[in-house]
């Protein structure tokens, strides 16, 4: 009967010109969007490599300098792009790619690609993840909303019953005859995508454990579509009714739910602004002690202090220079001041995460998306894990060049220079993206709810079929 | 016939509950976007404000400092922060250039929660060193906020599409279309006073809606009665088009299954295929040049500069012999090396720097080429325009701002060259910043849109003449 049922359904779809058109159309775009998102990454890739490359030689060439020249003069750490933001792009066009390091400041990442673009932009992207997270589950409804419905108008529901038909059986059939095409297609693409990211030369950290789960994860929203349509499809009288039921339910889930969501996080949890933001450091710089500034109350602190501990009367006498150690404290202060207002900025955004996690109860849509981004690791959590990666090397830089500067001059000589070959000496910053394990840990909640999403769709649909 | 068509379309209406129902969803709906636009305006104007307020703070301290320098008497500020040095009012009291929000900015966030409204520039600072980016949850930007052009973008045609797919379709399912048929009565003409009938209706719920809800909100309809009028027009005409493209499908189309596949997939297209289509074309035809690499480039000048400052310094007094003569002390500091070379970096970036402005223009205008295929795009942009929210509104700004930091630097830079005190009757001739806005136009969106769905009602009505066989009617 399953079998029967299978074969009967792919025969009509098939046959439908509508089905075949609408499956071609998506099958098409989602081919050429893998192959438009392939040539961008690999143009991002060279032009990372290139960047890197060329920032660091700046960096080694500075010749003769003042190591504290050298910590304004500064370096620039580059993002690299993650193998499987061929898939799901995330928020990545919405992040700065670039951050400045240097002495005394944080800096935000800078150059996003969104603020480069015009406000078309802002209506999306034919990528991978738009025709995954938003077609797909249209061609779903395409293909499904008449599959009880069409039965029922016909008359053929009242015949399969009378002829003895289990009605499970029936479901089963049904259900795989939507399920199957919409699985091997996903498979497809993402088996292609597997291989071309395998073969590049430089896939850095591409596993194939990743792209497993991500395509897991899409698998598990097409199953709660499924489900959905098939249950709208069998409790609505006409085609017509169901077709515009299950699309305000995907208006609903992947349209409206998140729009929702990111006003109500903005409205409940607000950022500041840059300049705000920056104010408040400000602020909190001025209360602490100032690297450059002798006369600073803190600095004068430090300086009894020192003497004290090293039981010498002048800074002199210190088997150090007292600048190169008072820029490093001052250094060390400042970045704490800096750890705690991203802290502060990192809890905000945790609390925003809250209220898309509330609302992932009432859209499947939403706990896929986060979870396909953060396995592609485009997702902010990324993002934030990068930045902190790139601030932890702005540290260890400053800390290099300021021991440089205290260790080999003697208090007082600004004018000492370091010699031309200190700068290599500085280790490269290298970016480690974040573990899947630690990413699956963190993002646990939404699978949860994806999970629950598929049981609780299943359960419902089982007992409405059951009990009708 | 019509007035018939009138009374019994508008009980029907009522007793399905069709008007009511849509008068509270479009109330709902509207008001949670309003109250959202309103929050974001209201922010808006009040960090302004804030940081305008702090500004005069750090102002009145400084004036009362230079004050007491010019008295002669003694000042506990340490000597790199003497307000009587033009550097220090140049970088640290910068004038605030902001673009505040207007009455109407509530109905767009368009790329303003990605912009930032107010930057200060300095005289230190090199232009591409201004940051014109805000900081916001990047997931906040991805999935967009839920403002009165999404309602009216996105969700006013599905409205339209639930109501409208199934006018003619459903007689014949419902098994009245014969006994229509009967009447005198063209079927099609039927269905076009159907369709008007309930634009009219809707027409009025969304006017009348928007109307009580602006006024709950405190905003004044009569004060810019220009722009309200232009924000129904574009409304009305972007839900005569839906409408239009309603009618065309009842007429040519067969069951209402197909007809709501048909429209739902003319309003996928139209919102998000086309939009995201020719914006891709756009980004590959005129692709951004790197960033990453216009940074390595900047690097370069950079590193280049700072080794060759001295050098710098005396090609830039040779260039400018008007600070050389008029000098008499001919003392040099760190600022004077330090803005000589930045004037370099700049003249030497700046083709780099415009070469993005410029490609953002031929986006811009390829966008403007093919704006048409898409009424939703287009609707979008006039709403953001009326909104004052814009890519170009922005673009406008920046370059408001960028010419106001040049100005400011150059306000200063005879100052430092030439050695010159700064005293606080300077102050009062310091340069500041008002905003202009750029002046949007919505006759044209509203003209085409509505001349686009005049004719597709003109086609359907000509070319429908055979309605009837169609609908297999005619008796042979």
Not at chain 2, 51 to 56: A, F, G, I, N, S
Not at chain 2, 276 to 291: A, D, K
Request: glycine share 4%.
């Amino acid at each position: 009967m399953i079998l029967k049922t299978l074969s009967k359904e792919f025969k009509e779809s098939f046959r439908n010109g509508k089905a075949k058109i609408a499956f071609s159309i998506v099958v098409i775009l989602l081919f050429t969007s893998v192959w438009l998102s392939m040539q961008k990454y690999n143009n991002a890739n060279k032009e990372y490599l290139k960047a890197t490359e060329s920032e660091r030689h700046i960096w080694d060439n500075q010749g003769e300098k003042n190591p504290h020249s050298a910590a304004h003069y500064g370096t620039y750490a580059f993002k690299p792009k993650q193998p499987l933001s061929l898939i799901d792009k995330g928020v990545d066009k919405y992040v700065g790619t670039t951050i400045f390091l240097e002495a005394h400041y944080r800096n935000e990442a800078q150059f996003s690609a969104a603020a480069d673009q015009t406000g078309t932009s802002r209506f999306g992207e034919l990528t991978p993840d738009f025709i995954l997270l938003f077609l797909i589950p249209l061609l779903i409804i395409l293909l499904g909303y008449n599959i009880f419905t069409k039965e029922k108008e016909q008359g053929t529901l009242f015949l399969l019953k009378s002829s003895g038909a289990s009605i499970n059986q029936l479901t089963l059939g049904k259900w795989l005859s939507l399920f199957i095409p919409i699985f091997l297609c996903t498979t497809i693409v993402f088996i292609i995508a597997g291989i071309l990211l395998s073969n590049l030369n430089d896939y850095g950290t591409f596993s194939w454990t990743s792209l497993i789960s991500m395509w897991s994860i899409y698998i598990g929203f097409y199953i709660v579509f499924i489900n959905i349509v098939m249950l709208i499809s069998y409790v609505s009288k006409r085609s017509g009714l169901s077709l515009v039921i299950a699309l305000s339910v995907w208006i609903f889930t992947c349209l409206v739910t998140p729009k929702i969501a990111s006003t109500l996080a903005e409205n409940k949890y607000p950022y500041p602004t840059r300049q705000e933001f920056q104010a408040m450091v400000t602020k909190d710089k001025k209360q602490g002690l100032d690297g450059h500034n002798t006369w600073n109350e803190e600095a004068q602190l430090l300086k009894e202090k020192v003497l004290k501990e090293y039981k010498v009367d002048s800074l002199h006498q210190l088997p150090f220079n007292f600048d190169g150690y008072r820029m490093q404290k001052g250094e060390e202060y400042q970045a704490a001041i800096y750890s705690k207002h991203y802290n502060n900025l990192k809890a905000q955004y945790e609390n925003q995460n809250k209220t898309y996690k509330t609302l992932a109860a009432i859209s499947p849509f939403l706990p896929t998306r986060f979870l396909s981004m953060s396995i592609a690791q485009t997702d902010y959590a990324t993002h934030w894990h990068f930045s902190d990666a790139a601030e932890q090397y702005r540290i260890q830089t400053q800390k290099f060049l300021n021991d440089n500067f205290a260790q080999n001059s003697v208090f007082g000589d600004w004018k000492y220079k370091a010699d031309s070959s200190t700068w290599s000496a500085l280790p490269q910053f290298n970016y480690t993206p974040q573990s899947l394990s630690t990413i699956i840990d963190t993002n646990k909640s939404y699978l949860i709810i994806l999970g629950l999403w598929v049981l609780l769709s299943f359960s419902t649909l089982y007992l409405t079929i059951k009990l009708k | 016939m019509f007035k018939y068509n009138f009374i019994y379309e508008f009980k029907r209406l009522i007793r399905s509950q069709w008007i009511q129902v849509l008068s509270i969803l479009l109330f709902a709906v509207f008001s949670f976007a309003v109250f959202n636009g309103q929050q974001k305006t209201q922010k808006r104007l009040e960090e302004i404000s804030s940081v305008k307020e702090k500004l005069k703070t750090s102002e009145a301290q400084m004036l009362s400092v230079l004050d007491s320098i010019e008295q002669g008497f003694q000042v506990s500020v340490s000597r790199w922060r003497l307000p009587s040095n033009p550097m220090t009012i140049g970088n640290k009291h910068p004038r605030l250039v902001e673009m505040p929000p207007h009455q109407w900015t509530f109905i767009s966030t368009g790329q303003s929660d990605m912009y930032s409204h107010y930057v200060k520039p300095t005289v230190q600072a090199n232009d591409f060193e201004l940051s014109f980016t805000e900081m916001t949850s990047p997931t906040q930007l991805l999935f967009g906020s839920f403002d009165l052009t999404f309602v009216i973008v996105y969700l006013l045609p599905l409205i339209i599409i639930a109501f409208g797919f199934n006018i003619l379709s459903y007689e014949r399912e419902s098994g009245a279309l014969k006994l229509l048929a009967s009447q005198p009565v063209s079927l099609t003409f039927w269905v076009f006073q159907k369709l008007v009938l309930r634009f009219l209706w809707l027409s009025v719920i969304v006017i009348l809606t928007l109307y009580l809800i602006f006024s709950g909100n405190g905003i004044n309809i009569f004060k810019e009665m220009a722009t309200f009028f232009s924000l129904i027009g574009v409304i009305c005409a972007y839900m005569l088009f839906w409408f239009a493209l309603a009618f065309l499908v009842n007429i040519f189309g067969m069951n209402s299954a197909k007809n709501a596949l048909v429209l739902i997939g003319l309003w996928i297209l139209f919102v998000l295929l086309v939009p995201t289509v020719i914006n891709q074309v756009g980004n590959t035809l005129y692709p951004m040049p790197s960033r990453t690499i216009m940074v390595n480039k900047m690097r370069s000048i950079k590193a280049n500069a700072t080794k060759k400052q001295d050098e710098i310094l005396d090609n830039y007094l040779r260039d400018h012999p008007e600070f050389a003569i008029n000098d008499s002390t001919q003392n040099r500091t760190f600022w004077h090396r330090y803005m000589a070379s930045q004037a370099l970096i700049d003249k030497a970036l700046k083709p780099v720097v415009s070469n993005y402005n410029k490609q953002l223009r031929k986006q811009q205008n390829w966008l403007d080429k093919l704006k048409w295929l898409s009424p939703s795009m287009r609707v979008k942009a006039a709403l953001n325009n009326t909104a004052g929210t814009s890519t170009t509104d922005y673009e406008n700004f920046r370059n408001q701002a960028l010419a106001f930091s040049e100005q400011w630097r150059k306000h200063f830079i005879p100052f430092l060259y030439n050695n010159t005190p700064f005293s606080s009757k300077d102050y009062e001739h310091i340069p500041t910043y008002q905003y202009r806005q750029k002046a949007h136009s919505n006759m044209a969106t509203i003209g085409i849109l509505f001349a686009i769905a005049l004719l597709m009602f003109a086609i359907g009505l000509l070319a429908s003449k055979n309605l009837k066989y169609k609908m297999n009617l005619t008796i042979s």
